[in-house]
């Protein structure tokens, strides 16, 4: 069914908490497994200002970052014969690249983590598993936050009159 599953991380403890899944579902169905790391590009900012940079230095040390946070989401995953990738942002949002990565690799499932925000921060943060589920032709199995509820990921936290 799923031949080959892309599970995404971004380092974040959160993001860790889809591994696990991709990994159980990777060994069930026997699929191929991919990890992607997108490299964010390096946004310094001046008196509240952000400029896009170029230095290599700060890259060098974005792309040392990512492998590390590979290396511990693969140790994490602990899946024989994972593929392991990254790819960087340049002028692309994460999302794009994510979905590109989906296209180039085949697979047939995405495996990643939500904040399940919702209200402004939704509004103003977005959402990256959103986007990703409205860009690519195969299913996306989203982890939410632990606590977090469906209801709550769509509509925010109700109060509860008693």
Not at 57 to 63: D, V
Request: charged share 20%.
């Amino acid at each position: 069914m799923f031949d080959h599953i892309l599970v995404t991380t971004d380092g974040s403890p959160l993001s860790h908490l889809a591994l696990p899944v991709a990994a159980d579902l990777a060994c069930k169905y026997r699929s191929r497994l991919t990890l992607l790391y997108v490299v964010p590009r390096f946004l310094p900012q001046v008196e509240g200002v952000t400029y896009p940079s170029h230095s290599s230095e700060e890259q060098a040390l974005l792309l040392a970052e990512g492998e590390r946070i590979l290396e511990a989401a693969r140790r994490t995953l602990d899946y024989p014969g994972t593929e392991v990738v990254w790819r960087e942002q340049q002028d692309l949002k994460t999302e794009r690249v994510i979905a590109q990565e989906v296209d180039q690799c085949g697979a047939k499932l995405v495996v990643m983590s939500t904040h399940g925000r919702s209200g402004l921060a939704h509004l103003f943060m977005g959402s990256v598993a959103e986007s990703v589920m409205r860009q690519v032709s195969v299913p996306v199995l989203l982890i939410q936050a632990p606590g977090q509820t469906a209801w709550h990921a769509v509509n925010g936290p109700q109060e509860v009159l008693v």
